[in-house]
């Protein structure tokens, strides 16, 4: 479960385990092609400070083009995280703080995962170190061999 009724977090912390459907509204405008479902673990817990910690991991699989070469590429993203979650509008103002709505009845942990997930995409994916890329001129795969425009160039 990924919506947790805050009074169980009274009585101990709750275990947050469970998946998110790619097609999930929450990853709406992420531009991140999910293979599959975004699966989850963790354990959410209530700070004596009335604040909420969540430590828990989020795995998932996407397909990206290489910067290169645009080959598609299957990354596999892997978040640990470890947050705090506050209805107090001070700690709102620390980034890593995820904001929760005064006297929340329930907290969803969806749009933390999006966040979370976010900030591990890579911002270069590249299908090998040494991808060659594609020619600037002619837009050939440069890992399939040298292009006619190389060829050309090359005196006779
Ligand atoms: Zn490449
Ligand atoms: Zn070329």
Request: hydrophobic share 40%; net charge negative; glycine share 8%.
């Amino acid at each position: 479960m990924l919506k947790i009724a805050v009074r169980d977090l009274q009585r101990g912390p709750v275990d947050t385990d469970g998946e998110v459907s790619p097609s999930d509204p929450v990853f709406a405008g992420l531009d991140l092609p999910l293979d599959g479902p975004v699966s989850v673990e963790g354990q959410l817990q209530a700070t004596e400070g009335d604040d909420f910690l969540w430590r828990g991991v989020i795995r998932a699989t996407a397909t990206i083009p290489c910067r290169r070469c645009l080959v598609d590429v299957q990354v596999r993203l892997h978040r640990e995280v470890h947050v705090l979650l506050s209805s107090d509008s001070e700690a709102a103002d620390d980034p890593s703080v995820y904001p929760l709505p005064e006297a929340a009845l329930q907290i969803d942990l969806t749009g933390v995962v999006r966040e979370e997930l976010a900030l591990e995409v890579p911002a270069f994916v590249l299908c090998r170190e040494d991808c060659a890329g594609l020619c600037p001129t002619c837009g050939a795969d440069l890992n399939a061999g040298p292009c006619a425009c190389v060829r050309s160039a090359e005196p006779a």
